[in-house]
C-alpha cells in the first residue's frame, strides 16, 4: 500500500499522506517516498506544489515503533534527506495542515513556503517528553521560522501549540475554520501559480541561501549530546511509555 499520493492538475502539483490509520507517522517507506517526489524534477507547466494529508491528523511525526526497531546511528536521521528535498525544492510548496503536526510531522509543516491550516491544528515538538532531542538540521529550521523565544517554547516544553497562536507568532501564513480550510489554500494557490515561474524560482533559491549560514556552524559537540539523549534509557522510556500510552519515568540516565 502507498503511503503517499501524488495527483497533477495542471499547474498545481498535490502530494497527499497516505497513512491515516497511522496518524500519518513518517516510516521511511514514506520518507523516502517525500524524498524522491520532492527531488522530481517539475514539469514546465508546473508552478505550485500542494503538501496535504489524509484522516484527521496531519503528521504524527516519526514512526516510533519502526525506530524502537532500527535506532538510528549518530549524525544520521533519515527525515533530514526528505525534508532537504522540500527546502529545495525549486516550486512554491504550500502546506494544508488541517489537524496535528507534531514533532516531525511540524518540521514537515515548517519546512512549506505557507502554511495553511484549520484552527483545530496543533503544532508541537514533544522530543523532551520522549527523551529525544532533535539534530542540528532539524533545530536550525525551527530558529530560522519560530525564532529563537518561541523555539524555546516549543522545544524545551514541548507543548502542542494552537494555529492561532502559531499565526500570532508569524510562523505560519493563514488560520481558516475548518469548513473554510480549503477555500483559503485555493486563494495562495492560485495567486502563485498566476505568478511570474522564474521569478518565484529565483526568490525560492534566494531565501533558501540566505538562510544557508547556519549549516556551517561547527557543531560536533552538539551531535555528541544529541546522540547521548537518543540511547539514554530515558529515550528507551519515553518512547515506550508513548507507545503503552502512560506516563513515562524520566531517571537522567
Known amino acids: ?42 514539469a514546465k507547466t508546473e508552478r505550485v506544489v500542494v503538501l496535504r494529508a489524509e484522516g484527521h491528523v496531519f503528521c504524527s511525526g516519526i514512526d516510533l515503533a519502526e525506530r524502537q526497531r532500527t535506532p538510528a546511528a549518530r549524525g544520521e536521521s533519515p527525515v533530514e534527506g526528505m525534508l532537504d528535498a522540500i527546502e529545495h525544492c525549486p516550486l512554491p510548496i504550500v502546506g494544508v495542515v488541517q489537524g496535528a503536526a507534531i514533532a516531525g510531522g511540524n518540521e514537515l509543516a515548517l519546512h512549506c513556503d505557507f502554511v495553511v491550516a484549520s484552527s483545530k491544528a496543533r503544532f508541537g515538538m514533544s ?20 525564532g529563537p523565544v518561541a523555539s524555546r517554547e516549543i ?6 501549540l494552537p ?9 505560519i501564513s493563514r488560520v481558516a475554520e475548518p469548513e473554510d480550510l480549503e477555500a483559503e489554500t485555493k486563494k495562495i494557490v492560485d495567486r502563485l501559480a ?26 560536533d559537540d552538539i551531535d555528541d549530546l544529541i546522540q547521548a539523549a537518543r540511547e539514554s534509557a530515558d529515550a528507551k522510556e519515553g518512547i515506550a511509555a508513548m507507545l503503552e500510552k502512560r506516563p513515562p519515568n524520566f531517571t537522567g540516565e
Not at 497511522?22 to 524524498?35: F, G, S, V, Y
Not at 494555529?163 to 510562523?171: H, N, V
Open 127 to 146: 522530543l523532551a517528553q520522549i527523551g529525544l532531542a532533535p539534530t542540528w538540521f532539524l533545530a536550525k529550521k525551527l530558529v530560522e521560522v519560530c
Open 155 to 160: 522545544l524545551l516544553l514541548g507543548d502542542p
Open 194 to 219: 498566476a505568478n511570474a515561474p522564474l521569478s518565484l524560482k529565483a526568490m525560492k533559491a534566494l531565501l533558501v541561501r540566505e538562510m544557508a549560514f547556519r549549516g556551517g556552524i561547527d557543531h
Open 163 to 171: 494555529a492561532q497562536k502559531m499565526l500570532d507568532l508569524g510562523i
Open 1 to 42: 500500500m502507498s503511503t503517499i499520493r501524488i495527483d497533477r492538475d495542471g499547474a498545481i502539483r498535490t502530494i497527499t499522506l497516505t497513512r491515516p490509520e497511522k496518524r500519518n507517522a513518517l516510516n521511511l517507506e514514506m520518507l523516502e517516498a517525500l524524498q524522491a517526489a520532492f527531488e522530481e524534477t517539475p
